[in-house]
């Protein structure tokens, strides 16, 4: 098993997109709100350089874009 975290926040329609995909296919994963806590905003941007949600945490990888998220998702859960 992977090593996964998820940076999103709320109002995010992208990270909405993503975490609809996740409940209805039972993937659970680390989550991250970076509005919730500053901690989690200064990893999001530590990590991949952008303050850019949604944004999913590979075995220490970032990868963006709804689209790309949920289609790895798809590919690798």
Same mark, same amino acid.
């Given at each position: 098993? +992977?090593n /996964? $975290? /998820?940076?999103?926040f709320?109002e995010? %329609?992208?990270c909405k $997109?993503?975490i609809?995909?996740m409940?209805?296919n039972?993937?659970?994963v680390?989550?991250?709100n !970076?509005?919730a =806590? %500053? $901690?989690?905003k200064?990893?999001? !941007?530590?990590?991949?350089?952008?303050?850019?949600?949604?944004? /999913?945490l !590979?075995?220490?990888?970032p990868?963006y874009?709804?689209n =790309? !998220?949920i +289609?790895?998702l +798809?590919e690798?859960m």
């Amino acid at each position: 098993m +992977k090593n /996964l $975290k /998820l940076f999103y926040f709320d109002e995010c %329609p992208f990270c909405k $997109k993503v975490i609809q995909y996740m409940k209805r296919n039972n993937i659970e994963v680390e989550m991250a709100n !970076i509005h919730a =806590d %500053p $901690k989690n905003k200064e990893e999001l !941007i530590e990590l991949g350089g952008k303050e850019q949600v949604p944004m /999913l945490l !590979i075995d220490g990888k970032p990868l963006y874009e709804s689209n =790309d !998220i949920i +289609k790895w998702l +798809k590919e690798n859960m």
